[in-house]
């Protein structure tokens, strides 16, 4: 398969990679794709896979190398779904934790993002802190104990494969981490403001509501926490933000809010 235009941010919970890539991505009018958000509409078209619980029993090598082939496999789904977007010489700003070096060959720009180890346990522990979750509250140490395995991973493999890695640290200087990933992925081309832009926007806000609801239906959650949606309006540089539910949203879309800058 021909690879579509694409720039990755990848790296560790905590690193600060998918505030990072929201930031850039509307400040730059690049299309966002965060990888997570494709999680359930993988699931369809990938080999039954064994739980996670199953993995973490069995270490966190082995947790982490499970981690590794799954990523390997969405791989090529995360190039269709790009694909899909028609988005021509304009690349998507691909971000995941499942982004690896040494599967970045014909990606022309990336950077990864290794947060310490107490900077990876807060951003989980902040996750599960979000909803209640027993399961995940009592896999926390193995997925710790996994995580320092695949940060070791990717240290080593962009030390190999020559490719940008940046060491946050337990009081990170975010000013300065963002400007030295958006130094990594140099000048990119743009969507075009209006229609263009409004177009992936919306399409990226639809992919955080299908999600949310899976996640919602898979965990038997009775309520979603509020996660922040894109202005729609097709402004270049708007980085205006609304914070809600997937109902809500489908809500302010009727009303017409996302879609007039004015309004935001």
């Not at 899976?214 to 922040?228: C, I, K, N, V």
């Amino acid at each position: 398969m021909t690879w579509p235009a694409m720039v990755w941010i990848g790296g560790a919970p905590g690193a600060g990679k998918s505030t990072i890539a929201r930031d850039l991505a509307r400040r730059a009018d690049l299309p966002l794709h965060p990888v997570d958000l494709w999680t359930y509409a993988h699931l369809d078209r990938l080999p039954p896979l064994r739980p996670l619980a199953a993995d973490l029993a069995e270490g966190p090598e082995y947790a982490a190398a499970a981690f590794v082939e799954i990523s390997r496999l969405r791989l090529e789904l995360v190039v269709a779904d790009v694909h899909e977007r028609g988005l021509g010489d304009v690349p998507a700003l691909v971000e995941g934790p499942q982004l690896f070096p040494s599967m970045a060959d014909s990606v022309a720009a990336a950077v990864w993002l290794l947060p310490d180890a107490e900077q990876t346990r807060r951003a989980r522990e902040q996750r599960l802190a979000r909803v209640h979750e027993p399961a995940g509250q009592a896999q926390l140490e193995r997925l710790l104990a996994r995580d320092a395995v695949l940060a070791e991973l990717v240290r080593r493999e962009a030390a190999e494969r020559g490719r940008v890695l940046i060491e946050v640290p337990a009081e990170p200087d975010w000013p300065a981490i963002t400007s030295a990933v958006e130094g990594a992925l140099g000048a990119l081309p743009r969507l075009e403001p209006g229609d263009a832009l409004s177009r992936q926007r919306r399409y990226e806000n639809l992919a955080a509501c299908r999600q949310g609801r899976l996640w919602q239906a898979d965990a038997g959650l009775e309520a979603l926490p509020p996660y922040p949606f894109a202005c729609e309006c097709g402004t270049s540089g708007c980085a205006v933000t609304w914070s809600g539910t997937p109902d809500e949203y489908d809500v302010r879309r009727e009303q017409g809010w996302l879609m007039a800058h004015r309004a935001c």
